[in-house]
Nanobody, 124 residues
């Protein structure tokens, strides 16, 4: 069992930045891939970015457009998402997720564990 807790969400103006964090606890292992997803009201959950355990494989959805950076610190068991140049369309609940092994990082069905989400709101 793995527990994930997101933090760092909030309200920012367009063009601003936020850094989201995800703290992992429980029975984590060295083969866990992790990712960030987001879900806006009335829309499907969508992939934001994913990273394997070693950090050698990183994938982003196209809408990121170089604005976001995903990283992890395995010593601290944390996952981060640095978000710059935020846009109103980035407004959503952001979820941290973890999977066992090296499955497709952009497929939400591959993830076994999910955090509760943190709200990001970007105003115009």
């Amino acid at each position: 069992q793995v527990q994930l807790v997101e933090s760092g969400g909030g309200l920012v103006q367009a063009g601003g930045s936020l850094r989201l964090s995800c703290a992992a606890s429980g029975r984590t292992s060295s083969d866990f891939g992790m990712g960030w997803f987001r879900q806006a009201p009335g829309k499907e959950r969508e992939f934001v970015g994913g990273i394997n355990y070693s950090g050698t494989m990183i994938y982003y959805e196209e809408f990121v457009q170089g604005r976001f950076t995903i990283s992890r610190d395995n010593t601290l068991n944390t996952l981060s998402l640095q978000m710059n140049d935020l846009k109103p369309e980035d407004t959503a609940v952001y979820y941290c997720a973890a999977m066992r092994g090296a499955g497709p990082l952009d497929h939400y069905d591959e993830y076994e564990y999910w955090g509760q989400g943190t709200q990001v709101t970007v105003s115009s």
